[in-house]
């Protein structure tokens, strides 16, 4: 059973970065394509990247696009998540998914079968 494990997550101001790390239990890394989700309180999960395992095509949420960046080393199995110009509105937990049905990016959280326990993100104004 393939186990997800994010962190990186902490406290900090607005303006600041911070990099989110999710590592990959599995042999099958390689051949998964990868996601970050948030949720912050009171809100439903929202999509914020992915990755695709074919051609490392990615995907971004409109809220982080030119902001945040999603990446990948499969010698690892490890999944990043860099965020740079942090914003209140980026508060919440973080997660990362994985699917093993899509080559390609995917932006649904209904089409991952593996998700992590999530990584608190608090960004202060």
């Known amino acids: 059973q393939v186990q997800l494990l994010e962190s990186g997550g902490g406290v900090v101001q607005t303006g600041a970065s911070l990099r989110l790390s999710c590592s990959h239990s599995g042999r099958t890394f390689s051949t998964a394509t990868m996601g970050w989700f948030r949720r912050a309180p009171g809100e439903e999960r929202k999509f914020v990247a992915t990755i695709a395992f074919w051609d490392n095509i990615t995907k971004y949420g409109d809220s982080v696009k030119g902001r945040f960046t999603i990446s990948r080393d499969n010698f690892k199995s490890m999944l990043y998540l860099q965020m740079n110009d942090l914003k209140p509105g980026d508060t919440a937990v973080y997660y990362c998914?994985?699917?093993?049905?899509?080559?390609?990016?995917?932006?649904?959280?209904?089409?991952?079968?593996?998700w992590g326990q999530g990584t608190q993100v608090t960004v202060s104004s």
């Open positions: 998914a994985a699917t093993q049905r899509f080559a390609e990016p995917v932006v649904s959280p209904q089409q991952y079968e593996v």
